[in-house]
């Protein structure tokens, strides 16, 4: 995104110096075949647009399709997105803010600094929000809700995602995914500053939006808490669910996550985090990962599967419980990632086993292993 706007501020110059003399030199067909070429190289992009005033009415989705708002840029943009001759505030589609992207020698904006800007209006279609390392416990009540109501701005919001963001509990992420009515599609690596019983306690009150489609969870206290949202719930529509690095202190999330989603759930990953800590006895990792309320699932991904895990063969016995319980009669796709420490854990496997398993499900196309 920066080399477009390095771009647009040229092509500005250029244009309103020139604009009488400079004229299209190559057919617009061949513009097109060699935006097509240059779909994701952005400099090479910008560096084409000095051919032509009428190259960049043509590269304007390739260039901005994806705005990079990072503190110490964001004044450059809005001063081109207000300029009169600005025509690329239709095309972004996606708005990504980092809030560690700073620069020392810039004029850093921060995040409630660039929701405030009026021409931010202007940018109607986004249907994609990234929002990254952002502290929602530094703004006081009053700010943040005056912040998630700018949010609300972008009405045609289709997927969120929070990486790294820290709140007091789940009310205030809640408040932000209600605020999209045409959202579906939500991913989030969350943190909360009360402690998690209080965190898990209060979501189970709260109610997510039902048009939500896919939900992606990673890592830390965001999981079991959104989980327990989950469990809480009565009417979903939610059809995948990915929930990274889990911990066997999890699973009890999963479980009740599991069977509100019952038949609802069609495409379904899990995969385990590389540092467990804790040792749980194998059935009460099998008790945890039942699918048999899931009789639509179309794909199962179970991901670094430790064939150890601290000394007991923990998944090594969950694998055949875990694919014995498939009712699904529609599953094409089954993948077991594992992780093996030595080749005596391989030698150990019930392999046979396994394939019977996989071969009880008539309709299963695709198995990895």
């Excluded at 501020?9 to 935006?35: C, G, H, N, Q």
């Excluded at 419980?321 to 496997?349: G, Y």
Aim: aromatic letters at 8%; a neutral charge.
């Amino acid at each position: 995104m920066w080399a477009a706007l390095q771009q647009y501020s040229r092509y500005k110059y250029w244009s309103l110096l020139f604009r009488s003399l400079v004229t299209a030199m190559i057919p617009p067909e061949l513009a097109d075949f060699i935006i097509d070429l240059l779909h994701d190289d952005l400099a090479s992009l910008s560096t084409c647009a000095l051919v032509s005033s009428q190259w960049l009415a043509r590269s304007r989705f390739n260039g901005f399709a994806t705005v990079q708002l990072w503190p110490w840029r964001a004044a450059r943009f809005f001063h081109l997105l207000d300029a009169p001759e600005c025509t690329f505030a239709p095309y972004v589609s996606r708005i990504e803010f980092d809030g560690n992207a700073t620069r020392s020698s810039m004029a850093n904006i921060p995040f409630d600094g660039v929701l405030k800007f009026r021409s931010l209006t202007r940018v109607s279609n986004v249907r994609v929000i990234r929002l990254a390392n952002v502290d929602w416990t530094a703004y006081p009540i009053p700010d943040q809700n005056h912040i998630i109501s700018l949010l609300g701005q972008f009405t045609r919001l289709e997927q969120l995602e929070l990486d790294s963001l820290v709140s007091h509990d789940l009310r205030t992420i809640v408040q932000i995914l209600c605020k999209f009515p045409a959202l579906q599609h939500f991913s989030a690596h969350l943190r909360f500053s009360k402690y998690l019983e209080h965190a898990v306690q209060s979501a189970e009150q709260l109610h997510i939006p039902s048009g939500l489609k896919t939900v992606e969870l990673n890592a830390d206290e965001g999981i079991p808490v959104f989980l327990a949202c989950l469990g809480a719930a009565r009417s979903l529509d939610i059809r995948t669910v990915r929930l990274r690095n889990i911990t066997f202190d999890d699973l009890p999330y999963v479980r009740r996550a599991l069977d509100t989603l019952g038949t609802k759930l069609r495409h379904f990953l899990l995969s385990f985090s590389r540092h467990q800590k804790k040792t749980i006895p194998a059935a009460d990792v099998s008790s945890a990962l039942h699918l048999s309320c899931q009789t639509d699932l179309r794909t199962l991904h179970v991901e670094n599967i430790d064939l150890t895990c601290n000394g007991e063969c923990i998944m090594r016995l969950v694998l055949r419980d875990l694919l014995s319980t498939i009712t699904s009669n529609v599953i094409e796709d089954v993948t077991l990632s594992l992780r093996i420490h030595s080749v005596d854990d391989l030698a150990v496997m019930p392999w046979l086993e396994l394939e019977k398993a996989f071969l009880t499900h008539s309709s299963l196309r695709k198995q990895t292993c």
